[in-house]
């Protein structure tokens, strides 16, 4: 099943007082393992970037004064998620950003139930726990080295394996260790058969040989055996 891992960088925290997107990134899965096929870009958000939403993201005014708007590459966007389900952690607010964004280019909003909130997901796995990002990465060692700041792409990266921890990641190891047991048993069964050290005893009674001896030579010589003898 094909799926999108998304996440988004913003100016501010609600897009209804004028806070815009600055980034997206997306991840294609399919059955839980990334393809290698990404979305990414940086948008203009025509607007400054407080400082507050800097210090998370790295992403200045000036850096993306020259990116593209929105409504710009919202086709694209739209292509790459085509209509599978999207995979976001606190999906709330990436999608309210998203949508507010569909609105002003003159599209229709994403639902809900295409949605998985892998916050929701850890949260009922996890209850009473943290289950920020960075949480449940050191819960299932996944290395977050690189992840100084916040980036959409990097973002996607990581949650797409802390979605496949949440998903049974040990179970998709086992049933890898099964297949590759099976395998091994399917190479040894197409080897060439054992043989037997001494061959077994002879079943045939010397009577029962000369009973059927006597019997084909009461057929003449148009028994159809006969002829293949004599060719061997």
Request: with cysteine.
């Amino acid at each position: 099943m094909r799926e999108i891992v998304l996440d988004t960088e913003t100016t501010g925290l609600n897009p209804l007082t004028g806070d815009r997107l600055v980034e997206i990134g997306c991840v294609e899965i399919l059955n839980r393992i990334p393809t290698g096929q990404v979305y990414h870009v940086y948008l203009n958000p025509e607007r400054d970037m407080p400082v507050e939403a800097f210090n998370v993201h790295g992403l200045s005014a000036e850096f993306l004064s020259d990116k593209p708007l929105f409504t710009q590459v919202v086709d694209d966007f739209l292509a790459f998620i085509g209509n599978d389900p999207l995979i976001i952690h606190n999906a709330a607010f990436d999608i309210g950003f998203i949508n507010a964004e569909l609105g002003k280019a003159g599209r229709a909003a994403i639902t809900f139930d295409r949605v998985v909130d892998t916050l929701s997901l850890a949260r009922r796995r996890h209850p009473g726990a943290s289950n920020r990002l960075d949480d449940l990465m050191a819960r299932y060692g996944i290395d977050g080295s690189r992840r100084t700041k916040h980036g959409a792409l990097l973002d996607s990266e990581l949650l797409a394996e802390v979605y496949a921890e949440l998903c049974g990641g040990k179970q998709t190891t086992l049933s890898l260790a099964v297949a590759e047991v099976a395998g091994s048993l399917g190479d040894r069964q197409s080897s060439a058969p054992l043989q037997r050290p001494r061959p077994l005893a002879p079943r045939v009674h010397p009577e029962e040989t000369a009973a059927h001896e006597a019997f084909v030579a009461t057929l003449g010589d148009a028994a159809i055996w006969k002829e293949y003898t004599a060719e061997s």
